[in-house]
């Protein structure tokens, strides 16, 4: 075996040597690879957009000055005792709700906490599968300005099934008619998640009331005023049977800053 291929590659060097001497081209056996083409100079790094947060970081203080709010869930109130409560500061009442639902305590929710000399303010419970104009109607009819001490709120808990553009623009009508009925901006109660899906970037306008039962402070996902937290509705109060919902103010509000002008009571 090792004689026969001796002899094939002697057979093999003189072919190549007699091509050598009749001066034809040697052809190679095994090519060599080309080699690689040298890569361009590498570009800059250029910095990547960065990505916006979920939720603004946004570190609140509270104040000592909290509130409540009440409705009929809350049942025959013995407001004297409420008032002697060293945190209770201000009252808001649930008013109305849609097209025609007035609460059935709130004149005597509103006349017993003005009685005892708290603070007290009124609420509308929007829907939003009736017209903003009707709605109005009901609020304005029910909540007297001469009655109120406090700014009202729009409680905006409920998408429906309409258009998203459509939810915002009635809601929108809404708010504008009772800021030209009472004078001043209301302000909106909602939640950290609702706000989030339905409202960012709408009513930056505004400000807030935001409802989170949670040891975390309220973080809206952009920056807008966060006057009231809302952080529970299990709490007990002196006074009134049951739960009721407790708010705190936040950073550096309190009651003046809630309270409604002169002009709108007039």
């Known amino acids: 075996?090792?004689?026969?291929?001796?002899?094939?590659?002697?057979?093999?060097?003189?072919?190549?040597?007699?091509?050598?001497?009749?001066?034809?081209?040697?052809?190679?056996?095994?090519?060599?690879?080309?080699?690689?083409?040298?890569?361009?100079?590498?570009?800059?790094?250029?910095?990547?957009?960065?990505?916006?947060?979920?939720?603004?970081?946004i570190r609140h203080t509270v104040s000592k000055q909290q509130g409540?709010?009440?409705?009929?869930?809350?049942?025959?109130?013995?407001?004297?005792?409420?008032?002697?409560?060293?945190?209770?500061?201000?009252?808001?009442?649930?008013?109305?709700?849609?097209?025609?639902?007035?609460?059935?305590?709130?004149?005597?929710?509103?006349?017993?906490?003005?009685?005892?000399?708290?603070?007290?303010?009124?609420?509308?419970?929007?829907?939003?599968?009736?017209?903003?104009?009707?709605?109005?109607?009901?609020f304005r009819s029910n909540v007297d300005p001469r009655q109120q001490d406090l700014i009202p709120i729009v409680d905006v808990e409920k998408r429906g099934k309409g258009s998203l553009a459509g939810f915002q623009r009635s809601l929108r009508e809404f708010l504008i008619g009772v800021e030209k009925t009472y004078g001043v901006k209301p302000i909106i109660y909602t939640g950290v998640n609702f706000y989030a899906k339905y409202l960012e970037g709408q009513f930056t306008g505004y400000r807030f009331m935001v409802a989170r039962y949670a040891e975390e402070f309220p973080g809206l996902c952009e920056d807008v005023p966060i006057v009231l937290w809302q952080y529970s509705s299990t709490s007990y109060v002196d006074g009134i049977r049951g739960h009721v919902d407790r708010s705190v103010f936040l950073d550096r509000y309190s009651v003046a800053d809630i309270m409604l002008p002169t002009s709108g009571r007039r």
């Not at 001497?21 to 960065?50: F, H, Q």
């Open 68 to 138: 409540i709010d009440v409705s009929h869930y809350q049942g025959n109130i013995n407001w004297e005792r409420v008032a002697r409560e060293d945190n209770v500061h201000f009252v808001y009442i649930k008013a109305t709700e849609g097209a025609g639902l007035v609460d059935d305590c709130y004149l005597r929710n509103l006349y017993g906490a003005k009685r005892v000399g708290l603070p007290v303010g009124s609420y509308h419970f929007f829907s939003p599968s009736v017209s903003a104009l009707v709605q109005l109607q009901n």
């Open 1 to 57: 075996m090792r004689s026969l291929l001796l002899s094939a590659l002697l057979v093999c060097a003189a072919s190549v040597s007699a091509d050598k001497k009749k001066g034809k081209p040697v052809e190679p056996i095994y090519a060599l690879p080309e080699p690689d083409a040298l890569p361009t100079a590498p570009l800059p790094d250029n910095r990547l957009p960065g990505a916006p947060e979920l939720r603004t970081i």
